[in-house]
């Protein structure tokens, strides 16, 4: 089955560090991905969706500037948080569609728990 | 726009027992019907999903879900729960146009006691 790969599973740092994720598609291309954050004990929030070779549509409310997302390659895709501080804290997560084959539901990686201190 | 409800927000069930997780939704479209399964500190697995067709869907470890296009819910079901069923539960719609977006219900916890 399709699976989607997120890199690193958990990460802490210092505030003002810029940290990466990676989601990678590794059986299946992906022209679109999509970038949730999860609080705890909430729901997950649909922060943006991640187009290969152009811009990234955000959710309202979430900044751009400071969630850099790019979309290089059809089975990679790479969130950044710039200069994070602790209430960036949190679980993201990010999924991918299996393109050509109608309603296919999102495949999810497994997280990326992210701790500011 | 669509929206998830899923009210009960823990379910505490014996093993071996039934359970229904509900969830509503609300949609001036038609939907596409999921519910996912989330372990702690991964990320989600589909357990089933609803396109069209039978309205009644069977899913991955047991699991089914009843679409009630009146009622507009996707209740989840199992007829008899293991101690491997603790995890969170959560449903989600998306629109039948290929926007992929999905919306999410707040989840419910479900808990197995032994």
């Known amino acids: 089955g399709a699976v989607v790969s997120q890199h690193p599973s958990r990460v802490i740092c210092k505030s003002g560090t810029s940290v990466k994720i990676e989601c990678r598609s590794l059986d299946f291309q992906a022209t679109t991905m999509f970038w949730y954050r999860q609080f705890p004990k909430k729901s997950l929030m649909l922060m943006a969706t991640s187009n290969e070779g152009s811009k990234a549509t955000y959710e309202q409310g979430v900044e751009k500037d400071k969630f850099l997302i790019n979309h290089a390659s059809l089975t990679l895709s790479t969130l950044t948080v710039t200069s994070a501080h602790p209430e960036d804290s949190s679980f993201y997560i990010c999924s991918a569609s299996v393109p050509g084959q109608g309603a296919q539901p999102q495949h999810f990686g497994d997280g990326t728990r992210l701790s500011i201190l | 726009a669509q929206s998830v409800t899923q009210l009960d927000s823990q379910v505490p069930v014996f093993e071996e027992a039934p359970v229904e997780l509900r969830c509503n939704y609300s949609s001036s479209v038609s939907v596409y019907l999921f519910w996912y399964v989330q372990y702690p500190n991964q990320g989600l697995q589909l357990l089933l999903k609803?396109?069209?067709?039978?309205?009644l869907v069977k899913g991955i470890n047991g699991f089914e879900a009843e679409f009630n296009k009146s009622q507009t819910s996707f209740h989840l079901r199992k007829p008899s729960v293991h101690i491997s069923d603790t995890a969170e539960y959560f449903c989600a719609v998306s629109d039948t146009f290929g926007n992929e977006k999905l919306t999410f219900g707040t989840g419910t916890r479900l808990t197995i006691i032994p």
């Open positions: 609803y396109l069209s067709g039978s309205t």
